[in-house]
């Protein structure tokens, strides 16, 4: 089961969360859905709850910030070593904040922010709260991506604020896609989407990934439980996978990656 016990890597996707209108609906759908046993938090966090897998913290499900009209939706947040630093980088290289830099109880200190395609992504400087305990696992996130039709500024832009290495793996035909990193070589820890090659795409945005151990039979529960399917089962080199919206309207990937097209 991969674990972890400390602060991730600057840059790394760190942890997800969704911003819903009613989140005990959003707590029993994703519960049905993934296992998750989710926790009620501190009353001073204002209603957010806490996703558990096998006794670790998966995801976060939070009401949306009062009197902001938004759609429902999943942010992944990026690690840093320094938010405050981090929220000027973003500026400087022509990102904009949309929340500044502040103290979420003891557990850590975060700011919400857009990439200059229009992209919304948080960041997390951990404190008590590391971010996600468990990943790479059924019910546990474990993939993170970009869409963006801005797709060189938006390499420009990453690279520039968390250091990260681009490796291009699309076919520059059909798919444009990279997969970045930490350093020169090192293993991906998320990809870059070049929505243009995607008919009818919306605004840019960062998409999560939970790991299953089927995604035809999720994609059936899912629906039952309410969610609409927006991308139907594919086959693809690195998994079995497929994209939802659940309930109240927020997308999601779910993928199977003991199922890839090379075995099928």
């Known amino acids: 089961m991969p674990i972890r016990e400390k602060a ?13 209108d009613d989140t005990s609906s959003a707590r029993d759908f994703y519960g049905a859905l993934f296992g998750w046993e989710v926790a009620d938090t ?15 913290s998966a995801a976060g499900i939070g009401p949306k910030p009062p009197g902001q ?5 999943w942010t992944t947040y990026l690690a840093s070593d320094d938010a ?34 229009g992209a919304v992504f948080g960041v997390w400087q951990a404190r008590k709260h590391f971010g996600a305990g468990i990943y790479n696992e059924p019910g546990a996130y474990c993939w993170n991506e970009l869409h963006t039709a801005g797709y060189e500024q938006a390499q420009g832009f990453y ?4 250091g990260w290495h681009f490796t ?32 009818g ?27 609409s399917v927006l991308v139907g089962v594919q086959d693809s080199p690195v998994g079995r996978m497929g994209i939802l919206a659940a309930p109240q ?9 003991a199922q890839s097209a090379d075995q099928s």
């Open 69 to 73: 009209v938004m759609q429902s939706t």
């Open 249 to 257: 309207g927020e997308a999601f990937g779910v993928i199977d990656i």
């Open 8 to 20: 991730w890597p600057a840059g790394t996707p760190c942890w997800v969360d969704c911003q819903v």
């Open 201 to 227: 795409s919306g605004p840019a945005y960062w998409l999560a990934w939970f790991q299953v151990s089927d995604t035809d039979a999720a994609l059936d529960s899912a629906t039952q439980l309410g969610a």
């Open 168 to 199: 291009e793996v699309g076919d520059g035909t059909d798919m444009t896609y990279a997969t970045f990193a930490l350093e020169p070589g090192g293993e991906p820890v998320g990809g870059l989407n070049d929505s243009t090659r995607t008919p």
């Open 159 to 162: 690279s520039t604020v968390f």
């Open 84 to 117: 405050d630093a981090t929220a000027a980088a973003v500026g400087s290289a022509g990102g904009t904040v949309l929340a500044p830099p502040f103290d979420v109880m003891d557990i850590g200190r975060m700011l919400v922010a857009a990439d200059p395609t």
């Open 42 to 56: 501190a009353p001073e966090a204002g209603g957010y709850l806490m996703a558990m897998l096998q006794g670790r």
